[in-house]
């Protein structure tokens, strides 16, 4: 096939276009270069999707698939002028789409998250060329997006909600923070409790599931999240101590304490949510339609290990964007004991 990706030089984006060419696909990306492509079997279309999309003009694709549109204009321009230049559209959404939270096993089916005629025009009063940090309405302007690729081409839309994306080249940091923390081994500050389960899907499963399905014409909407109620707190930092051969000890610290210290949750203790009403099906979106389209899940082992192995070639020693700074993590423990 050939295919199109919008964006295609981070993380999931160069993930997909791996595993296309991983399957002999041919792929062009369309990006501003600012970063570097991930395979020199790549072309790459130099532009701004904002105010470039005609130098598509001209060419066919089997697929585009749309890595980079947080706004509904973006996705609405992108479609109508790859309109008839190809056969399938891929819009790679969140399952930050939902309006409620509050029950586990959130499906395909669930209510969207909305937005008010005024929180859509403060959205697209952001710069175009800045970097896009939408805050609480991220999820419902992805859900605009969804609808709009499917209004101006139906029948020919595929969308795919991923939940929490990890893995080697996350600059979020969410994985990597524990990875990175674990492999300096000592005493660790660990949220919560040890059973607690946690939910992620690493970015080349996410990657290959876009392209198998791509090959098959599918289309509809998948959540694509990891497996429910399967790996544990204890079992990913057990997983992180093994990949890093560290000494570390974990230390489980209680939520109520995280809380009346002001340890803000998923920034400072990345995977860790309270356990809130609001928030009881964040970590248990369900992805049966996925797996039943073929979605499949590397170990947890693999995860832990690449991620670990990309950490240490390539950010070690680096701030992290998440996580916990050391001197508050080690005043914290010190207080927890003390209490």
Known sequence: MKLLILGGTQFLGKYIALAALARDHAVTLFNRANHPTPHPAVETIVGDRNMDLAKLRGRQWDAVIDTSA?????????????????????????????????????????????????QLESANNIGTNEPIKLGQLYGPLKALCERTVQEVLP???????????????DYTDRLTYWVARVAQGGEVLAPGGPDRFVQFIDVRDVAEFIVRMIERSETGIFNAS???STWTMSQ??????TASGSDASFTWVDEKFLLQEAVAPWSEMPLWLPDAPDYKGFLFFNSDKAVRAGLQYRPLHETIGDTFAWYRANRSGEKLRAGIDAKRERDLLRKWHEQ
């Open 155 to 169: 029948d020919r839309t595929l969308v795919i909600r991923p939940g929490l994306i990890v893995g080697p080249d």
């Open 70 to 118: 947080y706004l509904p204009r973006q996705a609405r321009e992108a479609a109508e002028a790859l309109s008839g230049a190809i056969d399938r559209y891929v819009f790679t959404s969140t399952e930050a789409v939902y309006a409620d939270f509050s029950q586990r096993g959130i499906d395909e089916n669930g209510p969207l998250a909305t937005l008010t005629d005024e």
């Open 236 to 241: 990913v930092l057990d997983a992180c101590r």
């Open 226 to 228: 990891g497996p429910t």
